[in-house]
């Protein structure tokens, strides 16, 4: 499916210059809290990633 492939791409692309462009504007630009959870997700599979956060919960409800 080469056309699959290129959608892909320039989604990627896009969400890629998207987020290039909100973290470098000069008014409120977005980043990272100093209190944030960071789970990276790079190559995880989904229930991977649910579990994670799951995970993440029950501890800061346990601990609330």
């Given at each position: 499916?080469?056309?699959?492939?290129?959608?892909?791409?320039?989604i990627k692309r896009d969400i890629e210059?998207?987020?290039h462009n909100d973290m470098n504007r000069?008014?409120?630009?977005l980043?990272?809290?100093?209190?944030a959870y960071v789970i990276d997700t790079s190559h995880m599979e989904i229930d991977e990633v649910v579990n994670a956060i799951l995970t993440h919960a029950r501890e800061v409800m346990k601990h609330d």
């Open positions: 499916f080469p056309s699959h492939d290129m959608d892909l791409n320039i210059k998207r987020d000069l008014d409120s630009p980043n990272i809290s100093q209190r």
